[in-house]
T-cell receptor
């Protein structure tokens, strides 16, 4: 079964702690994305990566970090610098496709809460 | 620059009645438009997409949307609502911006659809 797997489904963070959210895809997609979703808002882009060993900041990158060492994996670390991390985090992937026409496929999400 | 506005944050319909979820967009380029659905605590699933072919787009689960350039709209419709349609729906616009750029998607704030028995 091809798809995007996010883990864990639920995560709790203590004050001052860094936590890492996992995202793995077996769709052979080049591009991967991390979004944050807050209640009543659309998705906001945190980071994206078009190719292995390369990534760019999105609209709300502060307090987050990523790596892209393998095509299949794009983990997101929520650092202690992120003062309001409670949210639903969604990972997505896509083929580059025709410019601006790419369909993004989403994982099931990780809900992060602060203890 | 591009933006998308979903005109209703909540829509309630009775089962078996039509569904209309409204979306207006703005884009400096010829846009691609998408509708995604999200069930509680789940990821987003693509319902349908418009990419400059036919203006009436048919998607999964009986949904369709019509691209109207003169009105800059891309409203989502379904003739007869089912209880399983209850979810949050997102209208998304994508414009072909600079070469190689992958971050073109702009999401609306979502419309929560409630289906009453």
């Amino acid at each position: 079964d091809g798809g995007i797997t996010q883990s864990p489904k639920y995560l709790f963070r203590k004050e001052g702690q860094n936590v890492t959210l996992s995202c793995e895809q077996n769709l052979n997609h080049d591009a991967m994305y991390w979004y944050r979703q807050d209640p009543g808002q659309g998705l906001r882009l945190i980071y994206y990566s078009q190719i292995v060993n390369d990534f760019q900041k999105g609209d709300i990158a502060e307090g987050y970090s990523v790596s892209r060492e393998k095509k299949e994996s794009f983990p997101l670390t929520v650092t202690s610098a992120q003062k309001n991390p409670t949210a639903f985090y969604l990972c997505a992937s896509s083929t580059p496709g025709q410019l601006g026409r790419n369909i993004q496929y989403f994982g099931a999400g990780t809900r992060l809460s602060v203890l | 620059a591009q933006s998308v506005t979903q005109l209703d944050s909540h829509v309630s319909v009775s089962e078996g009645t039509p569904v209309l979820l409204r979306c207006n967009y703005s884009s400096s380029y010829s846009p691609s438009l998408f509708w995604y659905v999200q069930h509680p605590n789940k990821g987003l699933q693509l319902l349908l997409k418009y990419t400059s072919a036919a203006t009436l787009v048919k998607g999964i689960n009986g949904f369709e949307a019509e691209f109207k350039k003169s009105e800059t709209s891309f409203h989502l419709t379904k003739p007869s609502a089912h209880m399983s349609d209850a979810a949050e729906y997102f209208c998304v616009v994508s414009g072909g911006i600079s070469s190689g750029s992958a971050r073109q998607l702009t999401f609306g704030s979502g419309t929560q659809l409630t289906v009453l028995p």
